[in-house]
């Protein structure tokens, strides 16, 4: 099973900064995205950000500006860097991978088990 392990989350004041990392590791075959997703209190889990193997970035619009997705993907590494963090961005943030760990296998979901961010003065 892939295994992914979040960190870099914390308490941070309104304006500040925070960057999160992620590490995959595991039997992989081919990871097609990697991505962090959030859920606050009574919310659903959301996507944040993810990048796919050939570079491209999605983001939800509320973080557009702010947050930075990047990757190294010879190390299975995500990262989020999140600045002029708002209080609404307080939740859980959840790394994400996308992919298979055989050719022959299906496309699924691989989950960190979250890291707290939480914006507050």
């Known amino acids: 099973q892939v295994q992914l392990v979040e960190s870099g989350g914390g308490l941070v004041e309104p304006g500040g900064s925070l960057r999160l990392s992620c590490a995959a590791s595991?039997?992989?075959?081919?990871?097609?995205?990697m991505g962090w997703y959030r859920q606050a209190p009574g919310k659903e889990r959301d996507l944040v950000a993810s990048m796919s193997n050939g570079g491209v970035t999605d983001y939800v619009d509320s973080v557009k500006g702010r947050f930075a997705i990047s990757r190294d993907n010879a190390r299975n590494t995500v990262y989020l860097q999140m600045n002029n963090l708002k209080p609404e961005d307080t939740a859980v943030y959840y790394c994400?991978?996308?992919?298979?760990?055989?050719?022959?296998?299906?496309?699924?979901?691989?989950w960190g088990k979250g890291t707290l961010v939480t914006v507050s003065s």
């Open positions: 994400n991978a996308f992919g298979r760990i055989t050719q022959g296998s299906m496309d699924m979901d691989y």
């Open positions: 595991g039997t992989i075959f081919r990871i097609k995205s």
